[in-house]
């Protein structure tokens, strides 16, 4: 058959209609990693303080008990359990969460912070209140190296914005 690998040791197509899938599902990934959001203009830009966070227990406050298992490290809720990597939100944290007080940003709004890229507001931290946000690294040290930073971040608004 025309099309098929010529050792017949196993059924892929080598051109043809493999190509035009590929070429699809890179018009798509290319397509999802630009949010709508960046589409349109910003309703805001406003400058922030920006620092960096991980899922560790320094940057999260957490610390493990006797039985080796996460718990709050300070607060109300001392040595109560902690869902380690699990936002405020409810949703897992991965690159792209981002930290905010929601008294300002709402969960769900979309933001450009300049070096960091776009993020989604998920989560809120200890530390974070009025014009201050926390973006997520995967390890410690990226996020002790992106330090403190005052930058004029891109907001897009989930809701109708506040005035």
């Known amino acids: 058959m025309p099309g ?11 051109g043809g209609w493999g190509l035009v899938l590929l070429g699809f599902a890179l018009l798509a990934v290319s ?10 203009p910003p309703d805001r830009v406003v400058r922030m ?4 966070y991980c899922p560790c227990g320094t940057c999260c406050g957490w610390r493990r008990n ?3 298992r996460p718990v709050l490290s300070s607060g109300p809720r001392r040595g109560k359990p902690k869902a380690v990597g699990v936002t405020a939100s409810g949703t897992q944290a991965g690159p792209g969460t981002i930290a905010a007080d929601p008294r300002i940003l709402p969960f769900g709004t979309r933001l450009y912070v300049p070096g960091y890229g776009y ?3 998920e989560d809120t931290g200890e530390d ?6 926390d973006v997520f690294f995967k390890r410690h ?6 330090g403190r ?11 109708a914005p506040r005035p």
Not at 31 to 40: E, G, L, N, Q, Y
Not at 49 to 52: F, K, L, Q, S, Y
Not at 128 to 133: A, D, F, K, N, V
């Open 31 to 40: 397509c999802a990693s630009v949010p709508k959001a960046s589409r349109r």
């Open 4 to 14: 098929l690998c010529a050792t017949n040791n196993h059924r892929g197509f080598h």
């Open 128 to 133: 974070i209140r009025g014009h201050r946000l």
């Open 119 to 121: 993020g989604i507001v």
């Open 149 to 159: 930073k005052t930058l004029p971040v891109k907001i897009w608004y989930a809701t």
């Open 141 to 146: 040290a990226k996020a002790l190296a992106w």
């Open 66 to 68: 006797w039985l080796f």
């Open 49 to 52: 303080e920006v620092t960096g």
